[in-house]
């Protein structure tokens, strides 16, 4: 019973995936998105189903379909863990994944390959679903590879446009980098534990290996390995700069995978990992100050850009460097409180933002927007609530998920928690610099765009809806007092995290951290509001703008530094290698062609000529057998 | 039974075999009809068939004749192979001088 129920958890979105690969074009637009969302709404059931099961029954569930690989000492199973930190991501990837798969069958209508569109998705929330559930590395390994190619179709999706495969490409290598730590963390633990099971390495962790530290610097080595795979996946510092590409995709895929699941599956890794990030401290360092310096340079990235899409991906990216912040510090609770607020927020966003573009008719420029308040009230209204969520304004979710990082930050470093202050107020600034410029003041774009534009028809705007409320009340599975996720998660961390009662220290840290929000958003409102400031033109922007404008210009840092040797480097091995071991290896042929042309002289043809050397051969062999003697 | 050799010494019988091996050499490297080739070679092979008899006989020993009889089947058998190819190129090429036969040349 159990087991069939878990694979229907499982198994629903691919056979989703499935029939819209085979039969979804004939089945049409409807049928084909109906069929998608179903598919994962029966997960997200199962999700709940099993989430209230663990409730009542506090007991982890462990199923092994199969033995999968049994090598010398290493034994892998295909087993599923459904314990509260994989329940808890089940429960907001499908959920939010159901939500987007609803808003997707009206904001993909248009497009001939919906079908497609919904094939990629269904088996994304497959991968996804499997990547969480895994009881071992290993099949959380293939995943994390899955999500990291249904990310690489959809971003692209719209294959025509050389730019998107381009995007769609760099993604896929960006984390491919990143794969290869991982796998490497894989091997390795794999031969200092002897197994790959969660259960089973954190027992070897906890007891053999806190008793008699063997290997300190290798499982060093280990964590940090793990931790690189965790960067290309989560796009963080060095590793960042695929996921403000990757909005090449559709709107609802930035939503799903770049914002709201796939991007916090190195997070999930690190916190199902805490055992043996916990062993290792100077890797956990690592951490905190890589993701609070992603924090910083993305969001001073976003304080400039000019893509309504492009701001909300350079926020992910700085909200994504928030949270590695918290679990560099150990507090993986308060990071995985921040991933689930931030997926409410940050997908309403992005969906509202698809919103907008689907109003405008494709138009990503926000110079070419404005005024948009009053013709979309309901986007207007759940994208506000989602900014005030993201900028941390009092009560909305994020408020207290950033709070709570920006708090353990304090007690742990001082410079990481200015650093995360300042991410934080520019957080406020360029979010609201976006609303404003979306959606107050005159419109800016044709006027044929004007006479078009209207509110989404509803399976937009319910989604948004939705994800609105639990932006305002997500907060509240885990407000300081009652702490719900962080009892609720305990069992699955290795160390217990002692938490504080509020005390004046924490309304003070609370106030500063309001007062940046709203010192950001009055920083925002003074020069888009008052002084009715428009982004200038690109070629116009000069100086320190320009630099950040253009990214600091990593890309172009990657660029010079890694593709062009390497593109120099494949250059000569194709002018001159190949064609120098062409020369070697055509040479043996020619050789041997010369050796032959000789011999086809002696081959005259000639009867007579042939008897003679035949009966000379003879004789010589009598006579020498003669002499021998 | 009498030895025969005791009439006619061993090494007539070496010296005849081996003219008769010499002409069938000669005959091989200077005729250039194919048929006449042919019969060479059968000269030759009749000469070591003698040969095998006679050093049978002196060493009192019927393994040689054994062996002539192979050859003289397995010689039977060529010339069968033989003069039907022979026919064949005849057919093809109008005649049976080697010097014609060149179509195999490199």
Redesign the interface.
Same mark, same amino acid.
């Given at each position: 019973m159990e087991n069939s129920l878990v694979l229907l958890l499982l198994l629903t979105p691919f056979v989703g995936f499935l029939f819209n690969v085979f039969f979804g074009k004939k089945a049409g637009k409807n049928i084909s998105g109906a069929i998608g969302t179903i598919a994962v709404v029966v997960s997200f059931a199962m999700s709940v189903y099993f989430f209230m099961q663990l409730n009542t029954s506090g007991k982890a569930i462990q199923v092994k379909l199969f033995d999968w690989i049994q090598l010398g000492n290493l034994k892998v199973d295909f087993g599923i863990l459904l314990d509260q930190l994989s329940l808890l991501w089940l429960l907001f990837v499908t959920g939010i994944g159901s939500l987007i798969h609803l808003y997707s069958i009206s904001y993909m209508h248009d497009d001939e390959n919906m079908h497609k569109f919904f094939a990629y998705l269904n088996l994304f929330v497959f991968f996804m679903i499997t990547l969480v559930v895994g009881s071992n590395l290993l099949v959380m390994f293939i995943g994390w590879e899955g999500v990291g190619l249904c990310s690489y179709l959809l971003i692209g999706f719209w294959y025509k446009n050389q730019d998107y495969n381009d995007a769609a490409k760099k993604a896929f290598i960006m984390n491919r980098i990143g794969d290869l730590g991982f796998l490497i963390g894989i091997f390795i633990l794999a031969s200092m534990c002897g197994s790959l099971d969660f259960i089973a390495m954190k027992t070897h962790f906890l007891s053999i290996y806190m008793n008699t530290p063997q290997n300190v610097f290798l499982t060093g080595i280990a964590a940090l390995c793990l931790f690189i795979g965790a960067t290309g996946k989560s796009a963080q510092l060095p590793l960042y700069t695929w996921l403000p590409d990757a909005m090449a995709g559709p709107t609802p895929v930035s939503a799903l995978i770049h914002a709201a699941t796939m991007v916090t599956a190195g997070i999930f890794m690190i916190t199902r990992m805490n055992f043996l990030f916990d062993l290792t401290h100077d890797v956990q360092h690592i951490i905190a100050v890589v993701g609070a310096i992603t924090a910083l340079v993305a969001a001073s990235i976003g304080l400039l850009q000019n893509d309504i899409k492009k701001v909300l991906a350079y926020s992910t990216v700085s909200q994504l460097g928030l949270m590695f912040l918290a679990l560099g510090m150990g507090a993986y609770t308060v990071a995985v409180f921040h991933v689930i607020t931030h997926a409410f927020f940050k997908a309403c966003l992005f969906l509202g933002s698809g919103s907008v573009i689907h109003a405008l008719h494709g138009e990503q420029d926000m110079r070419k927007m404005g005024g948009l308040r009053k013709v979309m009230p309901i986007t207007f209204a759940t994208m506000l609530i989602s900014t005030l969520a993201i900028a941390g304004i009092f009560p909305f979710a994020g408020f207290w998920s950033k709070d709570e990082i920006l708090m353990v930050a304090f007690e742990h470093n001082k410079v990481l928690w200015i650093v995360g202050s300042i991410a934080s107020i520019m957080t406020a600034f360029y979010m609201f610099r976006l609303m404003y410029l979306t959606f107050f003041r005159e419109f800016r774009g044709t006027e044929e765009q004007k006479h078009h534009l209207h509110e989404s028809p509803s399976l937009i705007t319910l989604p948004l809806i939705i994800l609105a409320a639990l932006a305002t009340v997500g907060g509240l599975i885990n407000l300081p007092g009652s702490n719900w996720l962080n009892h609720f998660l305990e069992p699955i961390l290795a160390t217990k995290h002692e938490h504080h009662a509020l005390g004046s220290q924490e309304y003070m840290l609370m106030a500063i951290a309001l007062t940046g929000a709203i010192i950001g958003i009055v920083w925002a409102y003074s020069k888009y509001i008052k002084q009715g400031f428009v982004p200038k033109e690109d070629s116009e922007i000069s100086g320190f703008s320009k630099t950040i404008y253009n990214k600091y210009y990593v890309d172009e840092f990657y660029t010079s530094l890694i593709v062009k040797p390497l593109n120099g480097l494949s250059n000569f091995f194709r002018t001159t290698l190949e064609p120098a071991l062409g020369k070697v290896v055509y040479g043996f042929g020619t050789v041997a062609n010369g050796i032959g042309n000789q011999g086809k002289k002696l081959q005259t043809g000639s009867i007579g000529l042939y008897l003679f050397a035949f009966v000379i051969g003879l004789l010589a062999i009598v006579s020498y057998l003669f002499l021998a003697q | 039974m009498e030895n025969i050799l005791n009439q006619i010494g061993i090494e007539n019988y070496i010296f005849l075999s081996v003219l008769l091996f010499c002409i069938g050499?000669f005959g !091989? #490297?200077y005729r250039?009809n194919a048929i006449i !080739?042919f019969m060479s070679i059968e000269i030759m092979l009749n000469a070591v068939n003698l040969l095998f008899v006679a050093f049978s006989t002196y060493w009192q020993d019927a393994k040689g004749e054994v062996f002539v009889f192979f050859s003289m089947a397995v010689a039977a058998a060529e010339v069968a192979v033989g003069l039907a190819i022979l026919v064949a190129v005849f057919r093809n090429i109008g005649s049976v001088d080697?010097?014609n #036969? *060149?179509? #195999? *040349?490199?």
């Open positions: - | 050499v !091989v #490297l250039r !080739v080697i010097s #036969l *060149k179509n #195999l *040349k490199g």
